[in-house]
């Protein structure tokens, strides 16, 4: 191809893209307007970057559709994607920057639910999730060092399987609970140590692990999401130390500052008064929130 026809096709191409971005130009919301513009730039310069082919975009279209198939209200294969991306962690760096003093944040994940039950200080998430109990508890603190009363903590994770209570059949809630910190803010309950586990790999974004040679697994971990008047709603894990996949998680969530040790103990006595017949272990984790300042 001469470099005249070659110099033609690339105007033709930038013909394309340009036509598009213009055609948002009349879009009532500004915020709307730059992010659509600048989407289609960027969609745009990744086709002409790697020569997107048609049977590639066929594949990337079906590739979606498949997505959205296998999502519904117990499963979200959009978010997973994000997640194996990095898009969501980038996400929460660019909307939940680190603040001094304050507990780091990571991702959500696909399998928080609204509805999940409340419990009393000191009352058991787990109902009946398989996996060794576990005490956690800590506090709950501004960055100032006040204590934060009532904050709304809920938490979830899986079971010693593997799996959240919505993975399996049936209207099962296990594994998963909120509560709220007491008036010196702190906040105490019981569950089963996390274990490590992959992450849904029967759907399309398995399928793009496996052809990519990633592992799907996620290191043991326990999810938090921490809301109270006056401060960021946090969104945050708290990961096993000395867990094998800590350095390799398949959605990038992990922050040193958010590993923890797992102190097994008993059986015996336990700090909250119970006696605990079989083996049990226990969490500290203190939470720091950040201040609001958009609240």
Known sequence: MSISAESDAAQQERAVTDKVVASFDTTASPRLR????????HLHAFARDVRLTQAEW????????????????????????????GLSMLTVAI?????????????????????????????????GASGTPCLV?????????????????????????????????????????????????????????????????DGPVGDLLTAAGRSPMRPAHLHFKVAAPGHRTLI?????????????????GVKDSLVVDVVREGPGDAPDGTTRTEPWA??????????????
Do not use: C
């Not at 639910?113 to 998430?125: L, T």
């Open 95 to 127: 909307n939940a920057p680190a603040t001094a003093g304050a507990t780091e944040s990571t991702v959500y994940g696909p399998f928080f639910v609204d509805a999940a039950p409340e419990i009393p200080f000191g009352g058991d998430i787990a109902a």
């Open 58 to 85: 066929e594949a990337g279209i079906e590739f979606l559709t498949r997505t959205g198939h296998i999502t519904d209200e117990r499963r979200q294969e959009f978010i997973l994607l994000s997640d194996v991306l």
């Open 282 to 295: 226990r969490i500290r984790f203190d939470i720091v929130l950040a201040p609001d300042h958009e609240g």
């Open 34 to 41: 730059e992010v659509m513009q600048s989407l289609v730039r």
């Open 236 to 252: 945050t894990h708290v990961f096993v130390a000395g867990d094998e996949h800590l350095d390799h998680d398949a959605v990038f």
């Open 137 to 201: 508890e800590g506090t709950v603190r501004s960055t100032d060092g006040t204590p934060v009363r009532g904050a709304r903590i809920d938490v979830w994770e899986a079971d010693d399987d593997g799996f959240y209570d919505v993975q399996y059949d049936g209207d099962r809630i296990a594994g998963r609970g909120w509560l709220r910190s007491d008036d010196k803010g702190r906040y105490r309950f019981w569950s089963v140590v996390p274990a490590p586990y992959p992450i849904p790999a």
